[in-house]
């Protein structure tokens, strides 16, 4: 992996951002793991001139040169975007994503876009109509989702720094299967303008990179208000800028009963990070979260229920696809839709539309939401008796391709990422070392709401810490 | 609880979907089984729970009722698969 700093020592070094961004789209194009759907080649090298000439003008700023991946989800004027679906196949965005424009007014490159689940459904990278992504690390398994191609082209060393987006761990659980750092913010910290919907609710995007510092600087290039998204905060956001914390009285809670639903290598792993900390000077404090067992029911009500509505707008008339040979204007939408979407999209849309359904509604959705307090008010309580939390980011390390064919064991394989979703908390990966077949394992990092500096700086810290696991 | 075909296909009509006879039986199947598993909220107890509205705790915020510039009709005719100068065309709704 490469990191930020590489591509400012270049800079230093007296190599222009044209060289740069040449070199990571000649990765690009040589990738054999389908992390990049699409390769930027003429825009990337325009953004890489306009840099230069800045530079040479006297001006730096802090991303100055950094050639990026975008997940195929957020918005990018002159390119297709196509969030990894057929029904959006050849759309070109009328603007850009806040969170992809403010990247580039700090300097950043855009070389490709990464691939991923179709519309961001999925923890394998399977549901992609570009094809599934291969896991750097054994490609004959997955790199996780569904910023699959974002963690797979930050782990394979093609960008320093990949956007993804998360609604239930979707940055997370790549991170920690490919071996990199993701991060998502506290919901509201990033502006969502310009991300396709998948649940608004829970929707965050994030950045995927190889240490917490180049996170932190991302976080902070891309983090706060956006008149054109009214759920981002007016927060200022210079919290975000880490240093490391002082892991000396640090209280580091875990939850017992996650040791428990893990494969004996990251149960391992996490043991020996719990032990290690300790000797540093934290401490470690049991925590229970008693309704943390329902995240994951309850996140599939709420992010199937708002899937469902926002993918409503996909009809074929608008935007993308749309059916031939229709004779009237709702077999046009059954058709566009029915043939646009792939099987795990109409799934969920169908669960979505069912439990919103007339007569369901509070059964599902109602309860859900209550539900989803409850969770919160875990949350609450236990970050009363502690700094952070601790935990695994996945059950197992990276799965087989075709390995999870039922649906329900898929959604399972998220049940440590869900909550911080639900709860809009601040949550990151960190790589811990990996099993005995060299695959990676991530650690999971929970803060309390709107402590994404807290995070970062005690991710900082453990950071130090696993170096050289 | 169990979703019988005919809901099934129900549910494909509200979300507009058409689905062939073996999508019927295999997405009731993977339904029954999420249904199934998403049924254990009814264990929870949430009398007197208020449900979230929103998690980050902002305020509804409203900005001046001033003009702003909006994109282009052009550009947002440009991105529909059918359209003229001035609007998206669709087949014929109304059979008259």
Not at chain 1, 20 to 29: H, P, V
Not at chain 1, 56 to 74: F, H, S, T, W, Y
Not at chain 1, 201 to 224: E, F, K, R
């Amino acid at each position: 992996m490469s990191s930020i700093r590489d591509i400012q020592e270049a800079l230093a070094a007296g190599r222009s951002c044209c060289e740069i961004a040449t070199q990571a789209l000649k990765r690009a194009q040589a990738d054999t793991t389908n992390a990049v759907v699409r390769i930027h080649q003429q825009l990337a090298l325009e953004q890489a001139a306009v840099v230069d000439a800045r530079r040479a003008a006297g001006e730096q700023r802090p991303l100055d040169g950094v050639p990026v991946l975008i997940k195929d989800n957020l918005c990018l004027q002159g390119v297709e975007v196509s969030a990894a679906s057929r029904i959006l196949a050849g759309w070109h965005p009328p603007y850009t994503a806040t969170a992809v424009s403010r990247l580039i007014d700090a300097g950043a490159v855009v070389i490709g876009t990464a691939n991923m689940d179709e519309f961001a459904f999925g923890s394998s990278n399977e549901t992609s109509a570009h094809g599934p992504v291969a896991n750097p690390h054994d490609p004959t398994r997955i790199p996780g989702g569904s910023s699959g191609g974002s963690a797979a082209g930050v782990a394979s060393g093609i960008v320093p720094l990949a956007l993804g987006s998360d609604t239930g761990g979707s940055i997370r659980q790549p991170a920690a299967l490919c071996g990199c750092v993701g991060l998502k913010p506290s919901y509201g910290r990033i502006s969502r303008y310009g991300l396709i919907a998948f649940g608004s609710s829970l929707d965050q995007i994030g950045p995927l990179s190889s240490s917490v510092a180049d996170t932190a600087l991302a976080l902070q290039v891309m983090a706060g208000a956006d008149a054109n998204d009214a759920t981002c905060s007016q927060r200022p956001s210079n919290e975000c800028l880490a240093s490391a914390a002082d892991l000396a009285g640090l209280r580091i809670g875990w939850v017992p009963e996650h040791d428990r639903d893990c494969a004996p290598a990251v149960q391992q792993r996490l043991h020996e990070l719990r032990q290690a900390l300790a000797e540093n000077g934290a401490e470690l404090v049991e925590i229970s979260l008693p309704h943390e067992r329902f995240a994951v029911a309850t996140y599939y009500i709420i992010a199937t229920g708002e899937a469902s509505s926002n993918l409503n707008r996909f009809d074929g008339v608008h935007y993308g696809q749309r059916a031939e040979g229709c004779s009237n204007l709702a077999e046009l939408y059954r058709q566009s839709r029915s043939q646009g979407f792939g099987a795990e999209a109409k799934r969920r849309i169908m669960l979505g539309t069912y439990v919103l359904s007339a007569g369901y509604y509070d059964a599902y959705y109602k309860r859900a939401m209550q539900v989803r307090s409850l969770i919160i008010e875990d949350f609450q309580r236990a970050f009363a008796s502690c700094d952070l939390l601790l935990g695994p980011t996945s059950p197992s390390v990276a799965f087989r391709r075709g390995e999870k064919s039922d649906p329900l064991s898929m959604y399972l394989s998220d049940v440590f990422t869900i909550a911080a979703n639900l709860a809009g908390l601040p949550a990151l990966s960190l790589p811990i070392g990996s099993d005995e077949q060299g695959l990676p394992i991530g650690a999971h990092l929970q803060a309390p709401q709107w402590q994404d500096g807290r995070l970062l700086s005690a991710a900082a810290a453990i950071e130090k810490v696993c170096q050289g696991w | 609880m169990s979703l019988q075909e005919s809901e099934v296909r129900k549910v494909a009509g509200l979300a507009n979907l058409i689905l062939s006879d073996e999508e019927v039986a295999s997405f009731g199947e993977d339904l029954n089984a999420i249904v199934t598993y998403i049924e254990q909220l009814q264990e929870v107890d949430v009398s007197g729970v208020l449900p979230v509205v929103g998690v980050s705790g902002i305020e509804t915020c409203s900005r001046t009722d001033e003009p702003q510039p909006a994109l282009p009709r052009e550009q947002i005719l440009a991105m529909a698969p059918q359209a003229n100068e001035q609007a998206f065309l669709v087949p014929k709704a109304v059979n008259r």
